[in-house]
C-alpha cells in the first residue's frame, strides 16, 4: 500500500520530486545525493502518514458498518460472515470479491453461499457480473438508509 501511495505522492509533489534532482546536479554540490535521499524520504513519509490516515479512516467505517450489520435481521453465522467478508470487500477492493473466494473465510461451497447471498434483503448485495467470475459487494448506500430507518 505504501508503494501505492508513494507514487500518488510523488505525482503530486512533481515539483518537489525535480528540485532535488536539480539540487543534486548542481555543480556545488557534486553530485552528493544527501539531498535527494534526505528530500525524498519526506515523501516516503508523507505517504506512509497518508496510508495510515486512510488505514485508520476504512478501521472506523468497518466498525461502523459492522454495528450497523447488527441490526439487520440474518438467519444464520453463515450469512453473518458473508455479510462481513462483503462488507470487508465493499470497504477494502477495487472490484468486489468472487465466491470461491468467500469458500476458505465462510468453510461452505459456493454453491451454499450463492444461496444465502439470495437469502439476504434484497438489495444488500451488489453484483459485478461484468467478468466470468462474479464480484460481490455489500451495497452500503442501500445499507445506510434501511439501517437509519430501524
Known sequence: ???????????????????????????????????????????????????????????????????????????????????LQLLQAALFSADGVTLSALESPIDKTSRTIREKILSLPEGLVLVNKTRRAHRYILNLKYFDKKCSSI
Open 1 to 83: 500500500m505504501v508503494g501505492i501511495r508513494l507514487s500518488i505522492t510523488t505525482k503530486k509533489s512533481l515539483r518537489a520530486y525535480y528540485k532535488l534532482f536539480e539540487i543534486t546536479d548542481a555543480y556545488g554540490n557534486r553530485g552528493d545525493l544527501t539531498p535527494f535521499i534526505t528530500g525524498f524520504l519526506r515523501i516516503i513519509r508523507k505517504s506512509i502518514i497518508r496510508v495510515n490516515d486512510l488505514l485508520e479512516e476504512k478501521q472506523r467505517e468497518l466498525e461502523r458498518y459492522q454495528e450497523l450489520l447488527k441490526q439487520i435481521p440474518l438467519k444464520d453465522h453463515a450469512s453473518e460472515m458473508i455479510c
